[in-house]
């Protein structure tokens, strides 16, 4: 009976030795702060709508800049054509300058003419805006310029087109209906139950 007396009493206290945690105290410095080495995008406008007929369309993003700063941000465009397929080769939009900033935010106002310029696809320009179809796209990429050389930086601007009648609404088919029904019933008499009630 000792034997079982003592076993539990050694079980018991490792139970209590194994749960117990050492805690050791970190010491972490305010001496510097962590640096990126390679910059990268924060996109704010992933996707563009657009609608012939609008006078520009918006694309936004932040740098943020690592030890490798950029002194400059190229956009590139490629199209999309949604009848045909066709794609067309990736063709410089613009070379935008860089602050020489942790985090720089570039806004830029693009036009249809921006959008079309040096795009060619099956050999032909691109046509009039409210010529395009449906689903087609712009996509637009980035690179960067550093002193040690060009690099690509992630992230996609897409600037799809829509229906130049897309929009919102009022219909008047429902408003229509209602009056129709009013006569019926003022005229004929007419009760139609269990038809529509607005």
Request: charged share 20%; with cysteine; proline share 3%.
């Amino acid at each position: 009976m000792n034997i079982k007396y003592y076993l539990s009493i050694v079980c018991f206290s490792l139970l209590f030795a194994s749960c117990a945690e050492e805690f050791e105290a970190s010491n972490y410095s305010s001496s510097g702060t962590v640096k990126i080495a390679d910059p990268y995008l924060q996109i704010n406008t992933p996707v563009v709508s657009f609608q012939a007929g609008n006078k520009d369309y918006t694309i936004d993003f932040n740098l943020v800049n690592g030890l490798n700063k950029v002194s400059k941000v190229n956009v590139y465009k490629q199209f999309t054509d949604a009848k045909s397929g066709s794609v067309s080769s990736v063709v410089l939009q613009g070379t935008y300058d860089i602050a020489d900033a942790d985090v720089v935010s570039v806004i830029k106002k693009l036009t249809y003419a921006d959008l079309k310029t040096g795009i060619t696809v099956g050999g032909a320009a691109l046509p009039d805006e409210k010529d395009l179809a449906v689903g087609s796209s712009w996509k637009l990429t980035f690179e960067g310029e550093t002193p040690q050389g060009k690099l690509p930086l992630g992230g996609t601007v897409n600037v799809g087109v829509l229906s130049r009648f897309a929009g919102i609404y009022k219909s008047e088919i429902s408003s229509l209906f209602q009056n129709w029904v009013q006569i019926l019933r003022r005229q004929v008499g007419l009760d139609l139950p269990g038809l529509l009630e607005v």
